[in-house]
C-alpha cells in the first residue's frame, strides 16, 4: 500500500499548489454544500460537514463562500443543486484499476465526461465490480511528520481505533474503519494535533507496481479525469517509488 501512500501525498501537495484553483474551489465548494444538506448546517453535528469546511478552508476558499456552500446546502439560500454520488469504474495504462467517484446533478454529463478522459488518455471503462472489489473503504487520516513523534501518535489513537499508523516521508497516515473516522478525528483533536486531511476513501489490495512510462501515464490519465467538473475523487491501485515520482517531478 506503500505506493498508494506516496503518490496520495504527493497529490496532496499538488493540489494545494494546483494552477487550476477555479476547479479545485467549485469542488470543494460542491462537497460543502452536500454535507451540509445531508447532515445538517452546524459542523459541530455534523463531522462531513466539519472536514469538508476544514479542506476548503486549508485550500483558501474565501469563508463567506464556505458559509453560502453551507447555506445552500442547509436550504436557507436560493441556488443549490440536487447532487447525487455516482460511481465509475475502469483500467488504465498498464492494467491499473481506477476508482472515480462524481458527485454531479447530470449522470448523463458526469458518465460522458469520464468516459471521453478515460478513452483519451489510454483507459477503459468497466462494468460496475469489476474494479471495486480491489479496494477497501477505510478511513485515512494525514497528519505532519514534525508535529509529533510516531510513540505519541499511537498512544494518542490506537484506542479511537486506529489500525496502523505508517511513515509515507513527510506525513504519518493514519488508517482506521471509516466507522472509526470521527473518533480518531476528536483524539487528534484532544492532544492539541493539528491533522492535513480526514476522510473516506479507498485503499487497493493488490497493487500495481508501474515504471517511469507507465506511471507517467497514468498520472496524466488522473489528473485528466480531476479536471472533469463533476469528478471530486479518483482512486488507483498505482504502485510507484521514490525513485519513479522524483523522476517524474
Wanted: proline content about 4%; overall charge negative; charged content about 25%.
Amino acid at each position: 500500500m506503500s505506493g498508494h501512500s506516496k503518490w496520495a501525498t504527493t497529490k496532496h501537495k499538488k493540489a494545494v499548489l494546483d494552477a487550476r484553483r477555479g476547479t479545485l474551489f467549485a469542488k470543494l465548494i460542491k462537497a460543502v454544500e452536500v454535507a451540509a444538506r445531508v447532515g445538517g448546517p452546524d459542523p459541530a453535528g455534523n463531522p462531513t460537514l466539519f472536514d469538508a469546511i476544514q479542506k476548503a478552508r486549508k485550500n483558501s476558499v474565501p469563508v463567506d463562500t464556505i458559509e453560502r456552500a453551507v447555506a445552500r446546502g442547509a436550504g436557507r439560500e436560493a441556488g443549490g443543486s440536487d447532487y447525487q454520488v455516482v460511481m465509475y469504474e475502469g483500467y488504465g495504462p498498464a492494467g491499473v484499476a481506477v476508482l472515480i467517484e462524481c458527485l454531479t446533478d447530470n449522470r448523463n454529463r458526469a458518465a460522458g465526461e469520464v468516459r471521453l478522459a478515460m478513452t483519451r488518455n489510454g483507459g477503459s471503462m468497466a462494468d460496475p465490480g469489476s474494479v471495486a472489489y480491489l479496494f477497501t473503504r477505510k478511513g485515512v487520516v494525514l497528519i505532519e511528520r514534525s508535529q509529533v513523534a510516531e510513540d505519541e501518535l499511537l498512544a494518542a489513537v490506537l484506542d479511537a481505533g486506529a489500525e496502523s499508523v505508517d511513515d509515507i516521508g513527510e506525513a504519518w497516515e493514519i488508517i482506521c474503519a471509516p466507522g472509526d473516522l470521527l473518533a480518531v478525528r476528536a483524539a487528534l483533536q484532544a492532544h492539541a494535533l493539528e491533522y492535513t486531511s480526514a476522510e473516506a476513501s479507498f485503499l487497493p489490495s493488490l497493487s500495481v507496481p508501474c515504471d517511469d512510462q507507465s506511471a507517467g501515464r497514468v498520472i496524466r490519465l488522473i489528473e485528466a479525469l480531476e479536471d472533469c467538473d463533476d469528478v471530486q475523487n479518483v482512486w488507483t491501485n498505482l504502485d510507484v517509488t521514490d525513485d519513479v515520482l522524483a523522476r517524474l517531478g
